[in-house]
């Protein structure tokens, strides 16, 4: 397979980092007042924010008996890319993104808890630097936790790439701007790494099956590796709030 | 020129807790196990999956025997019977008004649960049903009491009491309603002449005190404003 070069001869990435290393990975929960949970994520250079309304009544026409609707709204800034963008949301692309976020954060969220409610998720490239739906993912995931909406476990998403390291096959962890666009196969997982369970699968080139595996387990295993991060973000977050009601009371 | 400027980055916590050494409680995140046992019950904020009690909120837990909840810091608000609610009147129905009170759900004020102007105690006609909007309009404030909870988790009110009813001139603050403690009084007029309504969903209603607490020290003032006005 005449792959690009992603791998230097000394096995680093073009960014300077090894195969399976995430970018810095910097989070913050509660970043706005007006709605009931926000959270703003910066995975490498690729930053996003999250707000998320609900669960607040749906219109007569949505609204179903048996659990929440979950709606989602991608969004991408227009000083998000490279290229100025015209139309930050409602694109073929925006439109896809919002669909895909809405299976992977519909699987965490317990929608059999809030019948005929709903829960808006709206999520903001800010600058998209590689794995933007990833980033969107984990954030929302902050977002959900900080209104305080019940959710299986956490959602998180990774993305994973393949180079070639003396002919030997090596999965890449996390991808960025510059490895998309080399032009070789991105695999986007997202999932509930507690329960090992897949969300969404979505690959875009071609990959031989054989490679298939590899590439997989190492997009999982980024994506326990996120759930880590997460989690000590959302205990800090604990922490303050907490220490914060106690001056309250005093 | 030379003055120190700190430049922070968005993503950097900056903790402004005064009182950080006090002991922390243990703090749960969803998909962690609380206990591996059957021998308790499942509450707000958990579910069971493979055998375990798990949270499904990130929070603090409380027990109560063997019933075991997680709270968040913040949610939606959730209602219980007796708690005094201030809310916006969405929309005008045959027999009831739609109310927005910071809950997962829309609140619901009955009409044969308000007083009816003039205080009379009667059943509601026809004509009550057709004079509706002239008591409470879409976009009017109401301060309420909650009457009883629906299976659902909606709410339905209550306004049959002289200090609940319709607010007019003054100030809605939305706060967090966690942040408000259940207490015996939610009306408070403060010695600057201010009355205040914390209402437990989170809304709090600031206004002037009522004229007639404050006429004796201005009676004069009032005699003149209703000359200018004849």
Redesign the interface.
Same mark, same amino acid.
């Given at each position: 397979m005449p792959g690009p070069d992603l791998l230097s001869s000394q096995g680093l990435r073009l960014d300077g980092r090894r195969p399976n290393e995430l970018r810095r990975i910097r989070c913050k929960l509660g970043v706005f007042t007006q709605p009931d949970g926000s959270a703003y994520l910066e995975q490498g250079n690729t930053k996003v924010l999250a707000a998320v309304y609900g669960p607040h009544q749906a219109s007569k026409s949505k609204q179903l008996t048996e659990g929440v609707v979950v709606n989602c709204q991608y969004s991408m800034a227009t000083f998000s890319t490279g290229e100025r963008k015209n139309r930050p949301r409602g694109d073929r692309k925006s439109q896809e993104m919002s669909l895909h976020l809405r299976q992977a954060l519909a699987a965490a969220i317990k929608t059999e808890l809030y019948p005929r409610s709903q829960i808006d998720i709206y999520v903001e490239v800010l600058q998209a630097d590689g794995s933007a739906y990833c980033a969107c993912v984990n954030v929302a995931t902050l977002a959900l936790i900080d209104a305080g909406i019940p959710l299986r476990a956490y959602a998180c998403a990774c993305s994973s790439s393949m180079a070639w390291k003396g002919g030997e096959p090596e999965p890449l962890v996390d991808v960025s701007h510059v490895e998309e666009a080399a032009g070789g196969v991105c695999l986007t997982v997202a999932s509930l790494p507690s329960t090992e369970s897949i969300a969404l699968l979505e690959m875009s080139h071609r990959l031989h099956m054989d490679y298939f595996d590899v590439v997989l387990s190492r997009a999982m295993q980024g994506c326990r590796d996120i759930e880590v991060i997460l989690d000590k973000a959302v205990r800090e977050h604990l922490v303050e709030g907490w220490t914060k009601q106690d001056v309250v009371t005093i | 020129m030379s003055g120190h400027v700190s430049i922070r980055?968005?993503?950097?916590?900056v903790?402004?807790? @005064? #009182?950080?050494n006090?002991e922390?409680?243990q703090?749960y995140?969803?998909?962690e196990v609380i206990t591996g046992t059957q021998d308790f019950m499942r509450g707000h904020?958990t579910?069971v999956?493979d055998d375990s009690l798990k949270a499904? @909120? #990130?929070?603090?837990m409380q027990k109560v025997n063997k019933l075991i909840c997680i709270r968040?810091?913040?949610?939606?608000y959730v209602g219980e019977i007796g708690d005094v609610v201030v809310g916006r009147v969405l929309e005008v129905q045959q027999k009831r008004w739609k109310v927005e009170t910071n809950s997962?759900?829309?609140s619901i004020l009955q009409l044969s649960s308000v007083n009816l102007p003039g205080g009379e105690l009667r059943r509601r006609s026809a004509e009550d049903e057709q004079m509706m909007r002239k008591h409470l309009q879409e976009g009017d404030l109401i301060s309420a009491e909650v009457q009883s909870v629906f299976s659902?988790g909606s709410l339905s009110l209550h306004t049959r009491s002289l200090k609940y009813g319709k607010l007019s001139q003054g100030v809605l603050i939305k706060v967090f309603p966690s942040?408000i403690k259940r207490r015996k009084n939610h009306f408070h007029n403060l010695a600057c002449g201010v009355s205040v309504i914390i209402g437990n969903n989170g809304y709090i209603w600031i206004s002037p005190q009522k004229q007639d607490i404050m006429v004796d020290d201005n009676r004069e003032d009032i005699q003149n404003y209703e000359m200018q006005n004849a």
């Open positions: - | 980055l968005a993503s950097e916590r903790n402004h807790c @005064v #009182a950080s006090n922390l409680p703090f995140t969803p998909g904020g579910y999956e499904s @909120v #990130a929070g603090v968040p810091l913040k949610s939606r997962r759900l829309d659902d942040l």
